[in-house]
């Protein structure tokens, strides 16, 4: 259930600007030339590095005081040591935070659930690194959580983060600033994405495998919490019913797009990050089709997500964040966190 799982030293890949149609995919494939739209709103001279290293650090920050160490101890040491793990790079809560601003939204309105998602996250991949799930024993450059305090303890680490997450949206989020109402669409939405229809459906067909399962896979594990983060920041901002659904398409192709460059720069690399690489061949777009069409499957995710910000050009220079993390996504241009994940 990775947003972001990144191999930040590795080279870039070329990208081909031409394809053509591929894999049968929920999420809908568009032509891979730029529009004329597209092209007026540069990123050039946007900084996406120092926007996200700063976001980073006001997360690391907030992040820090949400989860004080308490009775019971242990568990709280537990939920700690993922959430706050040096590799984090904070994708959607920085996403989150993006699409907020992007619609007038104050950053301080978004901070609480950008929080949550980074709790929601972190929950997520303390539950898929257990032995009974994808039996990863590391994670974000340290020993998996299950690895250092014991499964029992992971597990309940992972179910204390999940309502803390919710909590923490309602208990820390300005009433000046954002509507009931907001929120508990906010709620509703990160439940979703977390739930049996979520995520948890993609870690089942990724243990239980089947035909085609791959996409499933993909869009479930990892398109959902890029979902998730976009479109949590466009209610907390009053975004309209097209915009939201626009941020919802955005998010899930970036999502994806994050975890098949992660797979195509692994077998560049001819390297093996994750155990479930071994467990569950054909489980990545690489793995099933191999590189060339896992090339074209990016190039068109990349496509998509840009195509859906071309809608909401009336915001000006607002979305750029968003295009920048599309590109970013794909080349991987630079570092962010601590350089490992």
Not at 197 to 219: R, S, W
Request: aromatic share 8%; glycine share 8%; hydrophobic share 40%.
């Amino acid at each position: 259930m990775v947003f972001s799982t990144v191999i930040t030293s590795s080279p870039h890949l070329y990208f081909p600007k031409t394809t053509v149609p591929i894999i049968q995919r929920a999420i809908r494939t568009c032509s891979a030339s730029l529009s004329t739209d597209q092209q007026r709103i540069s990123t050039s001279q946007f900084d996406l590095k120092t926007y996200w290293t700063t976001l980073i650090q006001e997360i690391n920050h907030k992040l820090d005081e949400a989860i004080p160490v308490q009775y019971p101890q242990k568990i709280y040491e537990a939920m700690r040591y993922s959430v706050l793990a040096k590799g984090a790079k904070r994708a959607p809560p920085v996403m989150c935070v993006a699409a907020c601003e992007l619609f007038g939204g104050h950053r301080l309105a978004a901070f609480p659930t950008a929080c949550a998602l980074e709790m929601v996250h972190a929950a997520s991949l303390i539950h898929d690194d257990l032995p009974c799930m994808d039996d990863d024993p590391s994670r974000r450059g340290q020993p998996s959580n299950h690895t250092t305090f014991g499964v029992d303890m992971a597990i309940l680490a992972g179910d204390a983060l999940f309502p803390l997450g919710f909590r923490h949206i309602v208990s820390h989020t300005p009433t000046d600033l954002v509507p009931e109402t907001h929120l508990l669409k906010v709620i509703a939405e990160i439940a979703r994405a977390v739930g049996s229809t979520g995520m948890a459906a993609g870690q089942f067909l990724d243990l239980e495998g089947g035909p085609n399962a791959v996409d499933f896979v993909q869009e479930k594990k990892y398109g959902e919490m890029g979902e998730c983060s976009a479109v949590c920041g466009g209610l907390l901002a009053g975004a309209s019913d097209e915009e939201i659904q626009r941020l919802r398409r955005y998010g899930r192709a970036v999502g994806v797009l994050y975890q098949v460059v992660d797979d195509m720069l692994e077998a560049k690399m001819d390297k093996e990050i994750h155990k479930d690489k071994k467990k569950n061949t054909g489980k990545s777009y690489v793995a099933a089709y191999g590189v060339e069409k896992a090339m074209e499957v990016a190039e068109d995710l990349r496509a998509q997500a840009k195509k859906e910000l071309d809608g909401l050009e009336k915001y000006g220079e607002k979305v750029v964040p968003l295009y920048s993390f599309v590109d970013y996504a794909a080349d991987r241009g630079f570092g962010v966190g601590d350089e490992v994940e």
